[in-house]
């Protein structure tokens, strides 16, 4: 989920685009082969919707993950969730 870039940093902190129909789509592929499937990243930037936490939380919620408080994170390097 990643964008093309047409969305303007100034606008970031909010979705811009929906994105719904297309995270709806990947979610139902996910779970359709999840027999087959150890292990999924899928990543998700500001550029794709407006604002990737919410991204994320929305597609976190469509595969039956519980959302993430990222403000709590206060991450300073990825790490697993």
Avoid: C
Wanted: proline share 4%.
């Amino acid at each position: 989920m990643i964008g093309d870039r047409s969305i303007p940093e100034s606008d970031f902190g909010k979705i811009q685009k929906d994105r719904l129909k297309e995270m709806q789509s990947w979610a139902k592929q996910l779970k359709k082969n999840s027999k087959n499937i150890q292990l999924a990243v899928v990543a998700a930037n500001n550029h794709y919707a407006g604002f990737g936490p919410e991204t994320s939380n929305t597609f976190r919620t469509l595969v039956g993950l519980p959302e993430v408080a990222w403000e709590e994170k206060k991450q300073t390097a990825l790490d697993a969730f």
